[in-house]
């Protein structure tokens, strides 16, 4: 499939979408945004698909939402369009994406980071939520997942200030999950999602969903919820597998069942 502002490739188990609009340092248009739910869309039907990994270049993984593309709209189109509603498709994915972000990751590009599952970042990456400069803030989910994951005091400096944060204070804020030198940052995240993508298909789409429930409801329910799922595991054949493999001394099979 050809897009005009992403790259796909498959890698066995793993599809692989590479932001590719380098003029605009990948700011997500709404091209972007359509392609980009195109290719997620294909992955999601394809059963040989166990993870997805979306990256951008070395200089920006993307820069916000497209500001030259935005900036003429009224409150009537935006709220008729409801355009933001394309974005949130990414982070209604059942299957496993890990985003590996170097480079820029600011307003748009952050939340796009974090609706994917965990965020593996170069040492050169930078993650901010700059909107207010430009009169507005951010607009698809970036005050309530930073807020969720970094905490307030961090979120609302970094939403009321625009200021950026390096890889590293991301890394002890928990915004990444680890950082990896930018000339390997690709392949490492090919080689984590491989890792997911030989997991059972189905226990990896349980284990997102149980872990996604913690954002969305209390302790006691997200509790309950794990238990159900966690005894529903055990209607599978790959709970047989995996077991049985232990026990035999040897690598799990699983055969998606
Ligand atoms: C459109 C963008 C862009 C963006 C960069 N470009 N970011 N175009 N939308 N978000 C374009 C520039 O206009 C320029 O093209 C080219 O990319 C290179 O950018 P430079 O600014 O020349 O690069 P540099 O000096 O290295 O600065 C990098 C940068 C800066 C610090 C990342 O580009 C920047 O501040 N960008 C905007 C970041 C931002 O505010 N993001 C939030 C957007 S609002 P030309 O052709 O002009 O030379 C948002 C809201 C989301 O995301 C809400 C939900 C939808």
Redesign the pocket.
Known sequence: MTYETILTETRGKVGLVTLNRP???N?LNSTLVAELNEALDGYERDPGIGCVVITGSEK?FA??????EMSGLSYPQTYLDDF?TA?DKVAARRKPIVAAVSG?A???GC?LAMMCDFILASDTAKFGQ??I??G?M???GGTQRLTRIVGKAKAMEMCLTGRMMDAAEAERSGLVSRIVPADQLVDEALKVAATIADMSLPIALMTKESVNRAYETTLAEGIRFERRVFHAMFATADQKEGMQAFVEKRPAKFANE
């Open positions: 003029q605009a340092l700011a920006a820069a916000g939402a497209d500001i030259k933001i974005w820029f600011l307003g748009g939340e700059p909107e400069k430009l507005v951010p607009g698809a």
